[in-house]
């Protein structure tokens, strides 16, 4: 309170009290048949009188809304032409969900997924989905490409630095991307001059210690740990299922290049 308020109450103060002196002879003169009214008014001028001396009630502070925890959108795009040889890209996925969905933090994630996916269905699903990490499971080729579908189901290739130049335009939204394809060890090592972190397989990887890398990977996620944390889990979790592929997958960092 500032002291033109101070003053303004210092004065207010007084009117009622010279109110009230006034009212109470007017009562002590009535006696037992002084006016309801004049009762009532001697009354209320009291209780300004109080409500000027009681000290100022302190304004209570603005309740905080509860944080919303950041959910971390995931993308698993999956693509299993006709023409090659068949994969467990359904079983993978539902790996994944079920260790999503056990985590302790699994509020904190939503899994989106695409099937059959062609070379368009990248961009649209990295526009509707707006996802933190980026999971493709499928073929890939020696050169690096990666086996997408066309139109009939049969296998079309994209080469490293045209996924390169998409993930480019995602670079401020997606955090990681996981290429858990054959022979992906270049197609990762061009994205990652865009992402963060980019796991790639350096050579072939069969469909068993593909599906143990995930799980290993989604498990830590779902725990709250890092992208390196996760990649390590994922290749020990190769390892305890007795598969000797752990040393396949190879994480690239963007920082590394």
């Known amino acids: ?16 009290i010279r109110r009230l002196h006034i009212l109470e002879q007017q009562a002590a003169t009535f ?10 008014e001697i009354e209320d001028l009291k209780g300004k009188i109080s409500d000027i001396d009681a ?16 959910v971390t959108k995931i993308l698993f795009l999956a693509a299993d ?3 090659a040889a068949r994969l467990r890209l359904g079983e993978e996925v539902r790996s994944i969900r079920e260790k999503l969905q056990l985590a302790k933090l699994r509020e904190r994630f939503d899994l989106q997924q695409r099937m059959s996916v062609r070379p368009a269905d990248v961009s649209q699903a990295l526009l509707d989905v ?34 390169a130049a998409l993930f480019a335009q995602f670079a401020d939204q997606v955090q990681c991307v996981l290429l858990n394809a054959c022979f ?30 995930s799980v290993g990977f989604y498990q830590a996620i779902g725990a709250g740990r890092g992208i390196e944390e996760a ?8 390892r ?12 690239v960092r963007k920082k590394q290049l």
């Open 1 to 16: 309170m500032n002291m033109e308020q101070s003053e303004h109450l210092r004065r207010l103060k007084e009117t009622y």
């Open 31 to 40: 006696g037992v048949s002084t006016p309801p009214h004049i009762l009532m």
């Open 55 to 70: 000290p100022p009630t302190p304004s209570k502070p603005p309740e905080a809304e509860p944080a919303v925890p950041f």
């Open 81 to 83: 032409p006709t023409d």
């Open 130 to 163: 707006q996802p933190n990490i980026v999971h493709f499971s499928g073929h890939g080729e020696e050169n690096g490409a990666l086996c997408f579908e066309n139109l009939t189901g049969r296998v079309q290739p994209v080469e490293p630095r045209a996924l």
């Open 184 to 213: 992906s060890k270049k197609q990762a090592a061009a994205i990652a001059k865009h992402i963060d972190y980019v796991i790639g397989m350096k050579r072939a990887i069969g469909d068993g210690a593909a599906i143990a890398f």
């Open 231 to 238: 990649f390590n889990l994922g290749c020990v979790q190769i």
């Open 240 to 251: 305890l299922q007795g598969i000797d592929e752990h040393l396949t997958p190879v994480l």
